[in-house]
């Protein structure tokens, strides 16, 4: 099936850079195989237990994976499905 990347390309990339709603105070929910593709990649301490769900951690209200210097997501082709589809 098509991701929503591929559906939109370059489009939908630059609106989500430009956005970054879901970035700061991070609330996204994440899934079992967001977690695995990001510890795979050989990310650690990026999420954390909230509210019964596992969630991306923030760090001074900014998402573990918030570039602040480029503002863009360091993680982008491999971001969580919730970054994916949101809002
Ligand atoms: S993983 Fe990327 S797109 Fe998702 S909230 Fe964090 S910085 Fe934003």
Redesign the pocket.
């Known amino acids: 099936m098509a991701s929503a990347d591929s559906l939109w390309g370059d489009d939908l990339r630059e609106f989500?850079r430009r956005c970054?709603r879901?970035?700061y105070g991070?609330e996204?929910v994440l899934l079992r195989e967001d977690i695995e593709r990001l510890r795979r990649l050989g990310f650690r301490g990026f999420y954390e237990i909230r509210g019964g769900f596992y969630r991306?951690r923030n760090i001074s209200g900014r998402?573990?994976?918030?570039d602040t210097v480029g503002r863009?997501?360091?993680?982008?082709r491999d971001?969580?499905s919730?970054?994916r589809i949101?809002p």
């Not at 998402?63 to 918030?66: A, D, G, K, R």
């Not at 863009?72 to 982008?76: A, L, Q, R, T």
């Open positions: 989500c970054l879901c970035c991070t996204m991306l998402c573990f994976f918030l863009g997501c360091k993680v982008y971001r969580p919730g970054c949101y």
